[in-house]
T-cell receptor, first 115, second 114 residues
Framework: DVKVTQSSRYLVKRTGEKVFLECVQDMDHENMFWYRQDPGLGLRLIYFSYDVKMKEKGDIPEGYSVSREKKERFSLILESASTNQTSMYLCASSLARDPTNTEAFFGQGTRLTVV | AQTVTQSQPEMSVQEAETVTLSCTYD???????LFWYKQPPSRQMILVIRQEAYKQQNATENRFSVNFQKAAKSFSLKISDSQLGDAAMYFCAYRETSGSRLTFGEGTQLTVNP
């Protein structure tokens, strides 16, 4: 079974704090993604990575950065958390080398509250 | 840029009845993939069904089937014999054949009434 694990299900941080959201996958997937989920807006892509140390901006990268030092781990960083970053964050991974294998696998999400 | 639109924020259905969730998308590509994902209260996203755009035949997975209208850029999900466990948020998603990123719609919250 593919497993994508996010380090926290719930997180409460203060405004201005540096926040790290961690995601680990155990299936040797090349692609990893960070999405933000808000009611009425669906899932919006923040950043994705297609290889170690490689990253691309998604649709809403402002206020976020990412790190991928190892293939299995993809971290989302909020350099200075703000209240408008209160949201659900979902990590996902997928295989790149088989174009017929299209499924993305998701973690269980981290609900972040910034106070 | 590709966009995916789900115009029904909420839907409800009686247990054992059939319900259809709507999705439209916009793309200039001719080959792509479309997906329906389910997110129950546990928050775990689960793939329900996928459709390759080059296939004219509509995908079917047990009680779940799609109506794929490529010219109209429409991709609806039909759930037959609805069960209480079908209650969830459903997301429609698009992916280019050559790419990896998924573009999601806004989601439809499905309630199943006993």
């Amino acid at each position: 079974d593919v497993k994508v694990t996010q380090s926290s299900r719930y997180l409460v941080k203060r405004t201005g704090e540096k926040v790290f959201l961690e995601c680990v996958q155990d299936m040797d997937h090349e692609n990893m993604f960070w999405y933000r989920q808000d009611p009425g807006l669906g899932l919006r892509l923040i950043y994705f990575s297609y290889d170690v140390k490689m990253k691309e901006k998604g649709d809403i990268p402002e206020g976020y950065s990412v790190s991928r030092e190892k293939k299995e781990r993809f971290s989302l960083i909020l350099e200075s958390a703000s209240t408008n970053q209160t949201s659900m964050y979902l990590c996902a991974s997928s295989l790149a080398r088989d174009p017929t294998n299209t499924e993305a696998f998701f973690g269980q999400g981290t609900r972040l509250t910034v106070v | 840029a590709q966009t995916v639109t789900q115009s029904q924020p909420e839907m409800s259905v009686q247990e054992a009845e059939t319900v259809t969730l709507s999705c439209t998308y916009d793309t200039s590509e001719s080959d792509y993939y479309l997906f329906w994902y389910k997110q129950p209260p546990s928050r775990q996203m689960i793939l329900v069904i996928r459709q390759e755009a080059y296939k004219q035949q509509n995908a079917t997975e047990n009680r779940f089937s799609v109506n794929f209208q490529k010219a109209a850029k429409s991709f609806s999900l039909k759930i037959s014999d609805s069960q209480l466990g079908d209650a969830a948020m459903y997301f429609c998603a698009y992916r280019e054949t050559s790419g990896s990123r998924l573009t999601f719609g806004e989601g439809t919250q499905l309630t199943v009434n006993p």
